[in-house]
Every structure is written in C-alpha cells, then in structure tokens.
C-alpha cells in the first residue's frame, strides 16, 4: 500500500529558483492537503483541495501555487523561492477528517 | 494568536509507566480532536481521536481525555515502550470543519527509556 507518495525526498534551491512538489495517493481520498513544518512549530496549511479541479488558500499560501487536475495528484508549485520556504513540506489525503500525510520534503533555499 | 498549545515540549519516561501529553486550546468552537505521531523523517500517522460530546476514547495502550470546561486534552499511554519515543501532535478542528480546519500544536517530544 503506498498511501501518499511524495518527490523529492530533499532538495537545495537557489534563491529565485522554482521547482514543483510531487504529491501522489492512492486511497481516492477527495481532500488533499499541503502543509509546511518549519522547526519547533506545529503544521500550517499552505494549500488544500477537495476534490479535482477545486483548490482553495491555506493559512499560509504566499509563495505557492497549486492544481488538482486528477484526484490522485496534487503538485505544489514554487515559483520565486525565498530563504523563508526552508521548511519540511508535507502532502496528505484524507477521506473526512483523519488526514494520512506522506514522509516529507525537505527544501532548502539557500 | 496560538489556538492550540502544547506547553510541554519534551517529556522523559521510564518504559513500563504513563507517559501524558498535554494540550490546551483556545478556541471554544473547537468540536473534534486528534493527536498524530510523528518520528524523525517520516510524517505524522493518526494515533487517536475523541468528539466534543464524549469525556475519554480509548484505543489499546492510548486514551485520550477531554475537559470542555477547562479547554484541556490530555492523551495518556500506558505502558510506556521505547517504541513510542517519537513527536506527538495535538490538532483540532471547529464544526463543519474537515481537515483543512486543523489547527496543530507544535508538538511534545516524547522520549520513553529502557
């Protein structure tokens, strides 16, 4: 079972730089969600969806954008990164409230 | 403005006893609770839920307890095991609200000794 699949693992990204976050499941949850760690902080929301073709604004969505074109992926897209998106990037799915996250991106924007 | 607190942010147990993580939040329009796991490199997996209309819910070694009135939840482990070493998250969520309503706390370190 792979549950949610995140790529990379980790990555170092020069100021200015973009890249997308990979964000697969297969539970055919219709919620996913897109939250960042930064150290000694709880979870915030970036981005989530709930269901194909709907994307709305987290708590923290500045920097990022999304889009939910199949119920299985949801990419997360930086365009211009910032020293402030160094975090540990988090996808998850969930089928109402208990939501199953993947294991992580690690980004640093140096 | 943190609506859910987690004022401990590590704890050290010996194996074999209680080990309890504490939570308090602020927001009385808070109905549903949840505490995640988390260990190093890897994400948060679901441990343990309770509604607002219940007081305990317990699930093997794991109970979590709800106070409305003082807006506190506490999650108890008993016994302890160094499996258990890992960050726990406290998160909840208003009514109507899934889970892109969760608001997590920053978490508690637990370290279980052998």
């Known amino acids: 079972n792979a549950g949610v699949t995140q790529t990379p693992k980790f990555r170092i990204l020069k100021i200015g730089q973009s890249m997308t976050l990979q964000c697969t499941q297969d539970m055919n949850h219709n919620y996913m969600y897109w939250y960042r760690q930064d150290p000694g902080m709880g979870l915030k929301l970036i981005y989530y969806s709930v269901g194909a073709g709907i994307t709305d604004k987290g708590e923290v969505p500045n920097g990022y954008n999304v889009s939910r074109s199949t119920t299985e992926d949801f990419p997360l897209r930086l365009e211009l990164a910032a020293p402030s998106q160094t975090s540990v990037y988090f996808c998850a799915s969930s089928p109402g409230l208990e939501a199953f996250f993947g294991q992580g991106t690690r980004l640093t924007v140096v | 403005d943190q609506q859910v607190k987690q004022n401990s942010p590590s704890l050290s147990v010996q194996e074999g006893r209680i080990s309890i993580l504490n939570c308090d939040y602020t927001n009385s329009m808070f109905d549903y609770f949840l505490w995640y796991k988390k260990y190093p490199a890897e994400g948060p997996t679901f441990l343990i839920s309770?509604?607002?209309?219940?007081d305990k819910n317990e699930d093997g070694r794991f109970t979590v307890f709800l106070n409305k009135s003082a807006k506190h939840l506490s999650l108890h482990i008993v016994p302890s095991q160094p499996g258990d070493s890992a960050v726990y998250f406290c998160?909840?969520?208003?009514?109507?609200?899934?889970?892109?309503?969760?608001?997590f706390g920053k978490g508690t370190k637990l370290t279980v000794n052998p």
């Open positions: 998160a909840a969520s208003g009514p109507q609200g899934g889970s892109e309503k969760l608001v």
């Open positions: 309770i509604s607002s209309i219940k």
